[in-house]
């Protein structure tokens, strides 16, 4: 378990069950710090935790300091960096600092409502920030369009990338809660059926585009959302944002010619297409003969996926799901 609402559903149970509950957050790094901004880690009173803050570098220092948070009902930003002589003892080695902030779970700090809130908005796809200040454990949902820090939450939510920010209350930590990325794969093919469980490992949020339904078949893909709708059809229902990728896979034009026409109008973060250069380049003269923008073409990565000798359909998917990931970071870069 290590999702954020896999964390946040432990935190409401252990709640639930009458305990007291501690989250702790990566606020800020330095150096080669483990573990990204925002990573979460939840703590109960039983010693019990789930979530990390360092990969596994100082989580029984983050345990102990926790213990004494929920115990005082007060939050503590506690630091480690391999100055420090406790991060020898505690295990980060690895050449960076991070600085946590550990807050109760309670009317001293997340409130349960806003527990629950957050929970619900995870749960309906919809992106939110939460707002903490970290001096007194103030916490709040930042949804769109609110005036207050609105500027700083759109960027947060448009990055996914957690920040901290001066305000007249003290310093916050803005952290969003975006719906997963997600990996629109158009052609139920072979390749298709090593991509998707990658895809879903990554992190992402798979959809299978394909109007042949014997291709597109629940028996095929197990668990995987299918539209089996032509590819036009199946974008206007699922929407394409910059939070999508789109992959054509079926060499088929007449399934992945509309779909790359319609991928293009849209603003997915990255447009790839199977196939050899030469049956890229038949594909251009197509897409251009359909009125495609010239320079709209060069969004298009083909070969999909990254230049790794992959051979292998295995290798293939991975070399894609790779390319994928550095085009979403690098954006965010």
């Known amino acids: 378990m290590s999702g954020t609402t896999d964390i946040l559903r432990q935190v409401r149970s252990w709640r639930s069950d009458g305990h007291e509950v501690a989250l702790a957050s990566v606020v800020s790094t330095w150096g080669s710090a483990p573990r990204p901004v925002g990573g979460y880690m939840a703590i109960c009173d039983t010693g019990a935790f789930v979530g990390s803050v360092s990969g596994g570098c100082v989580e029984a220092a983050v345990v102990d300091e926790a213990q004494g948070v929920m115990a005082e009902a007060t939050p503590r930003t506690v630091q480690y960096g391999i100055s420090d002589e406790e991060a020898w003892v505690v295990g980060l080695a690895c050449g960076g600092k991070v600085r946590i902030s550990i807050v109760p779970v309670g009317p001293a700090g997340l409130e349960d409502d806003v527990l629950e809130e957050l ?21 709040r ?27 007249d209350m003290g310093e916050a930590f803005l952290r969003p809660h975006n719906p997963p990325a997600r990996v629109i794969i158009v052609g139920a093919a072979h390749v298709t059926q090593s991509l998707v469980p990658l895809a879903s490992a990554a992190g992402f949020a798979v959809v299978v585009v394909d109007p042949r339904t014997a291709f597109a078949s629940a028996e095929r893909f197990p668990g995987v959302r299918l539209v089996t709708s032509w590819p036009r059809e199946a974008f206007a229902e699922l929407g394409l944002d910059h939070r999508t990728a789109v992959v054509t896979v079926t060499h ?82």
């Open 119 to 139: 929970i619900a908005a995870r749960e309906a796809h919809q992106g939110v920030v939460l707002a903490t200040w970290l001096d007194s454990a103030v916490h």
């Open 252 to 333: 088929d034009p007449k399934l992945d010619d509309p779909a790359l026409l319609a991928a293009l109008e849209a603003s997915p973060f990255y447009i790839g297409a199977l196939g050899s250069r030469r049956t890229h380049a038949s594909r251009l003269e197509r897409l251009r003969a359909e009125g495609a923008d010239p320079a709209a073409l060069e969004r298009i990565h083909a070969p999909v996926g990254l230049d790794i000798g992959a051979r292998t359909t295995q290798e293939i998917s991975v070399s894609i799901i790779a390319e994928i990931v550095k085009t979403l970071r690098k954006r965010d870069s």
């Open 141 to 167: 949902i930042l949804h769109e369009g609110d005036d207050v820090l609105a500027t700083e939450a759109r960027a947060a939510l448009l990055d996914d990338r957690a920040s901290l920010v001066e305000t």
